[in-house]
Nanobody
């Protein structure tokens, strides 16, 4: 059974940084394409970053150069380093496979002064 537990969100000022973590069960992160998604208030959930099974990453234009994937295969955990955060990054962030399976609860990121 797939279980995804995201953490690391919070309130941060513009220009600040956060590192999100996602502990994954039921999916082997080192062998599957994975994604970080986000859903802002009133908007649809969108894919902002992805990594394939061989480690190639892809980022949405809005976050490229500011966000970075990493993963720890031994811990079956994926991470999203977010730098130079902007108010428009405010959203609930989720990790999942590509295509997505059962969703976790996500972690709230709020960027505000």
């Amino acid at each position: 059974q797939v279980q995804l537990v995201e953490s690391g969100g919070g309130l941060v000022q513009p220009g600040g940084s956060l590192r999100l973590s996602c502990v994954v069960s039921g999916i082997i992160v080192g062998r599957n394409a994975m994604g970080w998604y986000r859903q802002a208030p009133g908007k649809q959930r969108q894919l902002v970053a992805s990594i394939n099974s061989v480690g190639s990453t892809n980022y949405a234009d809005s976050v490229r150069g500011r966000f970075a994937w990493s993963r720890d295969n031994a811990k079956n955990t994926v991470y999203l380093q977010m730098n130079n955060l902007k108010p428009e990054d405010t959203a609930v962030y989720y990790c999942n496979s590509l295509p997505p399976q059962r969703w976790g609860q996500g972690t709230q990121v709020t960027v505000s002064s």
